[in-house]
Each structure stands twice: as structure tokens, then as C-alpha cells.
């Protein structure tokens, strides 16, 4: 399968969908008003999408289409900011098309399904998530990785320490305040705001380091926390930075 030249330069191999999941990965491209990308995916359930794009000159706008029928409106503004949206479906034909400006796509991935992780995986389930409070969601899907995070030599992965370790630590702070404090609680907002910002920040190394057909579930299962907070407490993605600090001064 291959987008058409006109689209994204080179050819996208769709990698086989195992029981934990693939994920299409794209070259980067420069696209104007009028150019259309498009990438046949054969009724393959899309879990969801990640594009890093920027806008050239002015701020613009990408139109995401499934099947004809749009699912995401994206604004480009003139840096790199990264976008995660849920699909949800089974899809034959992924369309973007660009308005207002030439884009800059710098990288985007499509997600397919992921129907059997392993027997012991607790997958996150938002249902499970008591009054906004996302630290024993976190704390399972870390704690599922981390046997996997140290060698046969005894080194420990620097994804691990690098961000699977920061996330914890958060993330057990935020699951001990659940019980003892009121869902509106700021300091509760400030810590599940520090655990979107983690996976925002480092959302590429985690795709890059566990999409291996194995891990697939995780990555997707980390990615919907970090949109599922951000809509509970309606902070736009490009805010995180700001938000975190206007509580952090609150709160001191």
C-alpha cells in the first residue's frame, strides 16, 4: 500500500495486525490548500491517530476524514505541537486535507486495533477511574513493564528512567490523595496534569521504545489517560505547561 506521489513522499508498509496491535508510521511532507492525503487501510479497526504537523507562515487547519466522514479539525499554528485522537472504528479510508496554509506533517501514526493483551494485563478502562483520579491506572500499566525494563546484565532500560520511573512517582502520589480528597481537590488536578505532561512530553519515545507488537496496548492505554485528563479538566494539550504552573503558584 503506498500513498499516491502527489501526497506523502515514499511509501507507509502497514505492518501485520498482531493480537496486541500495529501502527502505520508516515514520512514527513510539506502539504498545501487543495493536497489531500490519503492511506487505504482496508476496514482495519483504527483505535486512533498521532500527527506532529506545524503550519508554514500562518496557522491553519488539518481535516481528518474516515470514510468520508470527518473526525478531527486540528488548528496548525506555526510550531510543533503533537496531536492523539480516538478513531474508533473499523475504516477503509483515511483522508487529510489542509486549509489556510501549508502544513508541515513532521511524523503521524494510526493505531489499529488491540483485542488480547496478556492474560495479566489490566487494561485501563475509564469506567474504573473513581472521581477523576487516574493514579492506580497509571500506577498498573507501569507496573506491567517494569520486569521488562531490566536485562539479563542487571541494566535497567532508560526509558525507564527516563520517564516510566517520574510517571510513578507521580502517579502514587495522586492514587494516595483518591480517598482523602475531593475530586475538584487542585492539588489532585496539579498531579494528574504532571502525569499528562510526562506522556505528552515523551509520547514519541514511548512509541518509538513499545510498539513492538508486544507493548502496543500500553502505549495506547498511556495515550487515552493523557486525553482523558486533559478533556476531565479542560485543559487544552498546548496549555500543560502554563496550567501546571498557574496551580503550582496557587498552591504554594
Known sequence: MKFSNILLAGAITLASVTAQGAAVQGQTGKFCPG???????????????????????????????????????????????????????????IRLTFEGTCSRILGHQIFTATSDAPDSYRAYDPNNVRNGSWGSEVLALVGSLEAKMVNDNLQVNPLYTKVLKRL????????????????????????????????????????????????????????????????????????????????EEILN
Not at 493536497?35 to 506545524?54: H, N, P, S, T, W
Not at 487542585?186 to 508486544?214: E, F
Open 35 to 93: 493536497a489531500q492525503v490519503v492511506k487505504k487501510l482496508d476496514g482495519a479497526y483504527v483505535e486512533r491517530m498521532f500527527i506532529a504537523a506545524e503550519g508554514i507562515r500562518t496557522s491553519g487547519f488539518i481535516h481528518v476524514f474516515a470514510d468520508g466522514v470527518k473526525v478531527q479539525r486540528i488548528g496548525v499554528p506555526g510550531y510543533d505541537p503533537d496531536y492523539t485522537f480516538r478513531i474508533r472504528r473499523n475504516v477503509q479510508e
Open 168 to 247: 510513578k512517582k507521580v502517579a502514587l502520589f495522586e492514587n494516595a490523595s483518591e480517598t482523602v480528597r475531593h475530586q475538584r481537590s487542585l492539588v489532585k488536578t496539579l498531579r494528574a496534569l504532571k502525569m499528562a505532561k510526562i506522556i505528552r512530553n515523551n509520547q514519541n519515545l514511548l512509541i518509538d521504545s513499545l510498539m513492538n507488537g508486544y507493548d502496543d496496548h500500553v502505549v495506547m492505554d498511556l495515550l487515552e489517560i493523557k486525553e482523558d485528563i486533559l478533556e476531565h479538566t479542560d485543559v487544552k494539550e498546548k496549555n500543560l505547561k502554563s496550567t501546571i504552573k498557574e496551580l
